[in-house]
DNA sequence: GGATTGTTTTTTATTGATAAAAACTTTGTT
DNA sequence: AACAAAGTTTTTATCAATAAAAAACAATCC
């Protein structure tokens, strides 16, 4: 049985759009709310009954008294395949999974409470992030967040960005880019002045402005790339908060240096800044992670774990 | 319930393994057996059974008589997950599927002759060959296997050979690959010779080659990317027989440049050589493909059908 | 006549059940 | 003891069933 999670979600928006509404505002039409929810109108529907229902009954059918109808918990909003990842990701955390652990289908269902297809198909996806293997017929191995898969993952990342920072330096004055690249910088500075109650919103920032990048010259392959990049980093930094404000102070100045150098299109400065961007983005991660090294335990083809237990999961986009 | 493809696959591998047995030779143990057909000893068990209640009965206990035991078909011996990968080909080859057409797991599911879970599981894994893409609660769409993906395919596939094949350049002469590379320039020079009756040999010699050069310095990223080229090469040709001998003639004499240019162990030679290899094989695919392109209307995100129908699955590795 | 609401059909997400295959444990044999 | 065979338990692959969500169709309404 499907879960009703996209039915919660939509509803406790919905209150919040219907109590925001002006006072004046004709209601909106079903379709009009089902292009807002993001949901089918069926659903839609079905919203609309269950605030009716709960609403003070035969208000004179007209706007509903949306006043205290309670919202669904968080949670409950979260679709299960989504929440598989959570899991899995604390699974890894928390039990300190060691490079080489076998992952065993029924054991994380029962664990996480859902049936194995479920995690069977959270696995199958999150199988192109590089961490796990799969053996047919007998499971999968967890490969482990190593020094070397940091390595691997950065060299990558470095041939790719740089590639397409040239690309973008030399896009033509035109380019409806240039603009969207200079409201970056500003949104860039803007954080960097309130950086000291901010500085959990650089991570989206610094998605957006290397997506940015890439959107010079497109390559669905290096989109795809920067979606593991973007898992690692989130999950990873969510474990690991030390020196965080700190950190993404440098990392937004660096960015600054970075889209200064882009404004310049010169190709060289361009290269100086990305490089010693990244330079530092690796030595953030790698020093970050190692710190906890020692106390691991090495599985055989992994000779160097370096964030042992850390960082994982997400195959939701 | 699971299908017992295993167990066919084995029993006929069973079959070969007992009638080379020489003759004096002791019948082998089942973790032998186990180990030579690649199979648990449970299976082992099941096949020696098999085997016992086919051979003429009570022949003294010792080696049962293989003689004229039937084999099973072929079919039966691929497990279901495999035959979609193939199936799904079909579907897109002979259905002619355009760019922006959805995928139905029902239809799929009931054309395929199988439960939708399979289908879903195969989708969720081919998902990362980036020909398809998910619709959260409203299935799937099929990208096509457009001009543009191949442009990219390209792009991708040069920026790493070349990496590679520096990588490679440079290894101390102590390296064990040196040999094996020279073991690889004998194998075409000897393909070369033979070509007429052996060119579909040639697709695996490709493949062999390529990793080969990835190995100089391992990136499990690229390997995962060369599972993508491999993928789309194997069912690109299958499909399109045209001129494959003398494509293969070609290919092999630039492989042989390609691995006389590392051995000379000269960077700019190197580079040349590989340029001049990868441009020919973009130009091959390109041409051979874009020869349908008129037949084929265009979706609208894809401006750009290469081989509309063509080229797909496979997500078992 | 184009948007709105009401109704029906199709499709996706998720579960639980089960045979095949693997992994583990015990027993037997030299 | 050391390995082989027999027996048991666990795990994976696969199916069929079902509620939720989407999509398609039909009836209304200014």
């Known amino acids: 049985m499907k879960s009703d999670a996209v039915f919660k979600r939509a509803f406790n928006d919905a209150l919040d759009l219907i109590g925001n509404l002006p006072v004046e505002a004709p209601f909106p039409s079903e379709n009009q709310l089902s292009v807002q929810l993001m949901v089918s109108r069926t659903t839609v529907r079905k919203i609309l009954s269950a605030i009716r229902a709960q609403s003070l009954p035969a208000a004179g059918d007209s706007r509903p008294l949306i006043g205290a109808i309670p919202r669904f918990a ?47 198909e959270f696995l199958n996806r999150f199988q192109r992030f ?4 799969r053996r047919p017929n007998a499971g999968w191995v967890f490969k482990g967040f190593t020094a070397s898969f940091a390595l ?30 200079e409201a970056l910088r500003d949104q860039h500075t803007q954080l960097l002045e309130e950086i000291d109650t901010r500085y ?7 998605s957006r402005f290397h997506r940015l990048i890439n959107s010079a010259a497109p390559n669905r392959f290096i989109e795809d790339f920067f979606d593991i990049i ?8 969510q474990w690991n908060k030390r020196d965080e404000r700190q950190r993404n102070e440098v990392a ?18 361009v290269e100086l800044a990305c490089r010693a961007h990244l330079a530092s983005a690796k030595e953030t991660l790698m020093r970050s992670s190692s710190r906890k090294t020692s106390e691991f335990a090495r599985a055989d ?17």
Chains 1, 2 share one sequence.
Request: glycine residues 4%; proline residues 5%.
């Open 230 to 237: 973007t898992l690692i980093f989130h999950y990873h930094y």
């Open 200 to 206: 959990h919103d650089f991570s989206d920032l610094d």
């Open 130 to 133: 590089g961490l796990i293997e």
């Open 74 to 120: 968080e949670a409950e909003t979260i679709p299960i395949s989504e929440q598989v990842e959570k899991h899995f990701m604390e699974w890894m955390l928390r039990d300190n999974t060691r490079p080489g652990t076998s992952i065993n289908e029924l054991q994380l269902a029962r664990r996480f409470g859902l049936a194995t297809t479920g995690i069977r």
């Open 252 to 269: 937004i100045k660096e960015h600054l240096t970075y889209i200064e150098a882009l404004l310049s299109r010169n190709p060289s400065i």
């Open 301 to 317: 083809d992994a000779k160097d774990p370096v964030t042992p237990s850390a960082a994982m999961p997400s195959a939701s986009s």
């Open 152 to 181: 691997e993952l950065f060299e990558i990342r470095e041939i790719f960005e740089l590639r397409s920072a040239l690309a973008f330096a030399m896009l033509p004055a035109t380019s409806a880019l240039w603009q969207k690249l």
